[in-house]
């Protein structure tokens, strides 16, 4: 398999095969840069140097009662989190506000939970309504659990851009990390948000157990399911959920599953979601040659690391913020305070 031979190909929007996924899933470490450099042919091919900023905003967080192993915020999780019900449209829009003065083109509102209530589509609505009217020029994602057709629909209708709404890991393994409700569930929402006009997010967490092939599966459902934001997660494994103490990625691994979903998906943006820092750890600027977004500063129920941090690693990779004029060098370092991730902090990437 020549990998470069790959990256050209993806770079004309063609797909990689499956067993061409697979090679690239099961390359050696010692060949870690050609397979960045792979994947990177399509990634600048398609995004140039630029990098989507999105900002996450947790609208409503714990007390959910579906189970997903991996999640702080299921049903008889005692991770250390907040919990509450609902932010006020004020709170978060204040909130949005921040993300967004810290070069954010996107907002994601996050509410956990099984689905929302046709209530909670008109909070999000509002919200919405409140932030475009401010920032004409942001995108809003929401991620609310299970729609059904009306309200995906009113959810199009009201100015919002896209829903997020992960497939989590593969069909055959699903029944491993949640009870309450299915993979086809998940597809179901997915593709009711496409026939809405929404704009489909939807992705995975790695390092739950999948085999290299489930991960291909992943990678070319979302293709099937037309997936335009896939964002990628790395397994965090918090005290108080069944997967505590899974670890089972190294940064290679993470470089080699980010370029085999680029590779299948060469035309979407591809995100480094959360786990970024503690499984990608100083490769994380490799990541950003193959993924084309990341989430700025904190995650839903976890500290990232500081959005400064981030800023400054686009900057240092020789990137711009999508949306954002190119920030003049300065040539000097900013300096930026040093955090350690809190203790008893958790995450539950998606809805
Ligand atoms: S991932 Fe979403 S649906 Fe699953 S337990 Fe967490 S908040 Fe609930």
Partial sequence: MQLADLGERASSGESITRTEALGVLTTEDADILAVVAAAAQPRFAFYGNRVRVNFLVNLKSGLCPEDCFYCSQRLGSDAEILKYSWLSKEQAV??????????????????????????????????????KGDHPGVEICACAGFLTDTQADALAESGVDAYNHNLNTASEHYANICTTHTYDDRVDTVTKTKASGLSPCSGFIAGMGETPEQLVDLAFALRDLGADSIPVNFLLPFDGTPLKGTNNLTP???????????????????????????????????????????????????EGQP??????????????????????????PTTVPIRRRGAGTAISPNS
């Fill in 94 to 131: 204040a909130t949005a506000k921040a993300g967004i003065s810290a070069g954010a083109r996107r907002v994601c509102l996050v509410a956990s939970g099984t689905r929302p209530s046709n209530r909670e589509v008109g909070k999000i609505r509002d919200i919405t309504e409140a932030i």
């Fill in 307 to 332: 959005g400064q941090a981030d800023l400054d690693m686009i900057a240092d990779a020789g990137m711009v913020l999508e949306g954002s004029p190119a920030p003049e060098p300065t040539g000097k």
């Fill in 252 to 302: 290679h691994d993470c470089l080699r599953i980010l370029a085999m979903v680029r590779l299948v998906n060469p035309r979407s943006e591809v995100r480094l979601a959360a786990g970024r820092e503690l499984h990608l750890r100083s490769m994380q600027v490799l990541g950003l040659h193959i993924a084309n977004s990341l989430f700025l500063g904190d995650y839903l129920t976890s």
